[in-house]
């Protein structure tokens, strides 16, 4: 049976919807079109162009003619060291520094929901402030307070009697804590996100944990942990993604060279400088898609374990 | 009987609640005293904790002011204090000596070295040089020099002129407000898109919405970059502008969420009334999610004005075009020896108005992140 003949059968019936329904699903894509056209023009088209990109020797300046060549950049990624090595760098900082980006905003948001802090609200004003200062103006201000000779953190430490402090941003061993404190600044969001987490536990169940003579650490261990788990998955999700991205703060530090020795040489950065400096838009495209696969993959794997642990209160 | 013995309990389940040292004090003191003390003593302590753990946080932000009104000088100098200062000098017969903090008579005064010796120096007292010198008996190595307050607000200015700030600065407002007013109407539209009608593939379309959130810039950018060079975009606002108005995710998500929470009674009076989707937008739905959309318009005007990569890659070879971000990010890496004073002033200038819109409408930002983050 062709369209038409449905069409004469079922007059105001289309797409198996009433024609009431019809009407508001006609409404609906009228007002999801932007999104709609946003969607297919910048992401879903691009993506598709870029797997295609893969398979070819596609170039910026094109020297030799355009062909598809199979999987041949797929077998130069899994043989170049460079890659390899920027994926070990990438996984490393993300080591070091996925702990700090989950758990210190939520040590901030314990402290600021306490019940015995005054000034709660200008407090959880003031730290969520740095969030809004520009990226560009936040890393400049942080290599400032980082310099081995003048900044602040090892005037500090020399004066509680450190007698040798590193230079953070310059010294290979200590480079990932130097970048861990650069983004610092970064956590408001996390903060306000398990705020309101905190917010979210019943109190009964608080009452209920000190009536069976549970203290300040067993009621957190085992009343606001597992509460709050939801937040902590979504924290944990973003903060990989994001981590896995990580490139900007080098780019801007040392121009993206990968200074010190080599520790800040991230994936993404190569990815970066293959596009923009050695114009190789096919291997880029490569890299491109290799990072979204493992991102893909650690999510993935990530939301199979979310079962296990995290507590949707809603849930049956 | 009873009644005493509820009120007393009512008293201990309200520990910790405000009010409770006012109330506890109309109790019988030598049994609620010690809670009283300890809840004080932990809320003294929980604050305490808190201004340390805060003073740590925003002392970067201390060192930037400070550093931004220091000469290269004044930085240089491994003696100075933390504050902007120079060593303190006196003109004495025509000449120029530095000013020493000098132990006498119990107290330490600031005076000019004037001759020197081994054992013992002659100074100058700077308020009062018409006075015979003074003699102190000691080694003049020993003193410490004195410094005083000197601050170099030309920095701001300096740096004003020479990354020609007022362009820069103009360029980021029109930017950033073009795309908020493409943001806030794209938005708006899809979400409400998304909450207030039923049509097939419904949950998909959201899914995928959320996904974007998830997605990794690297896997676009290549062909996205490429057709915009294409057709001649780059060099130009548009890659920056013309997206703002086809909805982004998180927007979209935080204004839907809000929109669920407005109940639907007004809107079907609306529609009985005769009024189509559009007219029911803009009469019965805005009114009521102002605060929602305050929040989004907020949310893209400090992330344009924040956002470094899209405006450093479409704009690298139009200076004249460029943002402040990217603006400070090339004086700086130009500079970062030469006058880190500079470069801290252009850092406070770029932060400012963020951080002021952020301060007036904090109320509707830090709604907006919490809608985003929990509701999911």
């Known amino acids: 049976m062709t369209a038409s003949a449905v069409a004469r059968a079922a007059p105001h019936r289309r797409f198996g919807l009433s024609r009431l329904a019809w009407r508001e699903a006609r409404w609906a894509y009228v007002f999801l079109a932007p999104w709609i056209i946003g969607f297919l023009a910048f992401t879903l088209i691009p993506m598709i162009a870029t797997f295609i990109f893969t398979l070819t020797n596609i170039n910026l300046n094109q020297a030799e003619p355009l062909r598809f060549v199979g999987l041949d950049n797929y077998?130069?990624?899994?043989?170049?060291?460079?890659?390899?090595?920027?994926?070990?760098?990438?996984?490393?900082?993300?080591?070091?520094?996925?702990?700090?980006?989950?758990?210190?905003?939520?040590?901030?948001?314990l402290l600021l929901s306490s019940r015995y802090l005054r000034f709660a609200g200008a407090f959880r004003v003031l730290f969520f402030l740095p969030y809004v200062v520009p990226f560009v103006a936040g890393v400049l201000i942080w290599l400032s307070m980082l310099n081995g000779d003048s900044g602040w953190l090892n005037l500090f430490l020399q004066a509680i009697g450190v007698s040798n402090p590193p230079n953070w941003l310059q010294d290979p061993n200590f480079v990932y804590a130097g970048?861990?404190?650069?983004?610092?600044?970064?956590?408001?969001?996390?903060?306000?996100?398990?705020?309101?987490?905190?917010?979210?536990?019943?109190?009964?169940?608080?009452?209920?944990?000190?009536?069976?003579?549970?203290?300040?650490?067993?009621?957190?261990?085992?009343?606001?942990?597992?509460?709050?788990?939801?937040?902590?998955?979504?924290t944990l999700i973003l903060g990989i993604v994001d981590l896995l991205q990580y490139f900007l703060v080098p780019l801007v530090l040392y121009q993206g060279t990968g200074e010190p020795g080599g520790t800040t040489n991230f994936l993404n950065l190569y990815i970066y400088k293959s596009f923009f400096n050695y114009q190789d838009m096919s291997y880029g495209a490569t890299l491109a898609w290799f990072l979204f696969g493992v991102t893909l993959a650690i999510t993935l794997v990530l939301f199979g374990t979310a079962r296990r642990w995290v507590y949707y209160a809603g849930e049956r | 009987?009873?009644?005493?013995?509820?009120?007393?309990?009512?008293?201990?389940?309200?520990?910790?609640?405000?009010?409770?040292?006012?109330?506890?004090?109309?109790?019988?003191?030598?049994?609620?005293?010690?809670?009283?003390?300890?809840?004080?003593?932990?809320?003294?302590?929980?604050?305490?904790?808190?201004?340390?753990?805060l003073a740590a946080f925003l002392s970067p932000l201390l060192r930037s002011a400070t550093m931004s009104l220091k000469s290269p000088e004044q930085i240089a100098d491994v003696n100075s204090p933390l504050y902007p200062a120079s060593a303190a000098t006196l003109t004495y017969e025509g000449r120029d000596y530095d000013v020493y903090q000098v132990p006498i008579a119990g107290t330490t005064r600031d005076l000019a070295l004037i001759k020197k010796g081994r054992t013992s120096s002659q100074f100058a007292d700077p308020s009062d040089v018409a006075a015979p010198l003074i003699t102190w008996e000691g080694a003049w190595r020993t003193l410490q020099p004195a410094y005083k307050f000197d601050p170099h607000p030309e920095n701001f200015s300096n740096v004003w002129d020479q990354i020609d700030y007022p362009t820069l600065l103009r360029n980021t407002?029109?930017?950033?407000?073009?795309?908020?007013?493409?943001?806030?109407?794209?938005?708006?539209?899809?979400?409400?898109?998304?909450?207030?009608?039923?049509?097939?593939?419904?949950?998909?379309?959201?899914?995928?919405?959320?996904?974007?959130?998830?997605?990794?810039g690297a896997v676009t950018i290549i062909p996205t970059y490429t057709i915009f060079n294409k057709i001649g975009w780059v060099g130009t606002w548009l890659p920056l502008l013309v997206p703002a108005f086809f909805a982004n995710a998180y927007d979209v998500f935080l204004l839907r969420q809000y929109l669920l929470t407005i109940p639907r009674e007004m809107d079907e009076a609306a529609s009985i009334?005769?009024?189509?989707?559009?007219?029911?937008?803009?009469?019965?739905?805005?009114?009521?999610?102002?605060?929602?959309?305050?929040?989004?318009?907020?949310?893209?005007?400090?992330?344009?004005?924040?956002?470094?990569?899209?405006?450093?890659?479409?704009?690298?070879?139009?200076?004249?075009?460029?943002?402040?971000?990217?603006?400070?990010?090339?004086?700086?890496?130009?500079?970062?020896?030469?006058?880190?004073?500079?470069?801290q002033a252009g850092t406070l200038m770029t932060l400012a108005i963020p951080v002021l819109l952020f301060l007036v409408f904090q109320r509707f930002f830090v709604r907006g992140i919490v809608i985003t983050a929990v509701e999911k």
């Open chain 2, 1 to 53: 009987m009873a009644a005493p013995n509820r009120s007393a309990d009512a008293s201990r389940l309200t520990v910790g609640e405000p009010g409770l040292l006012a109330r506890l004090r109309g109790q019988s003191r030598p049994r609620v005293r010690p809670k009283a003390v300890r809840n004080a003593g932990r809320s003294f302590a929980m604050t305490f904790v808190a201004v340390v753990a």
């Open chain 1, 179 to 234: 970048l861990v404190l650069v983004g610092i600044w970064g956590i408001g969001g996390g903060v306000i996100v398990y705020l309101a987490g905190l917010k979210g536990v019943p109190t009964e169940l608080y009452d209920a944990a000190r009536i069976d003579g549970a203290g300040w650490w067993a009621s957190l261990r085992h009343v606001t942990i597992p509460m709050i788990s939801p937040v902590i998955f979504y």
């Open chain 2, 273 to 343: 009334d005769g009024a189509g989707p559009f007219r029911t937008l803009v009469s019965v739905i805005l009114p009521q999610a102002w605060p929602v959309v305050i929040a989004v318009a907020i949310f893209h005007l400090v992330y344009s004005w924040n956002d470094f990569f899209q405006p450093l890659i479409y704009l690298s070879s139009t200076p004249d075009l460029q943002t402040v971000a990217v603006g400070l990010a090339r004086f700086s890496g130009a500079r970062v020896a030469s006058d880190p004073g500079l470069i």
């Open chain 1, 75 to 109: 077998a130069r990624l899994l043989g170049d060291q460079q890659t390899w090595e920027s994926f070990t760098v990438t996984l490393k900082f993300a080591a070091v520094a996925l702990p700090v980006a989950v758990i210190l905003p939520f040590m901030v948001a």
């Open chain 2, 173 to 216: 407002i029109l930017i950033a407000l073009i795309g908020t007013i493409g943001t806030v109407l794209s938005c708006t539209l899809v979400a409400y898109g998304f909450a207030r009608f039923r049509f097939p593939g419904r949950n998909v379309l959201f899914l995928l919405v959320i996904a974007t959130i998830f997605l990794p």
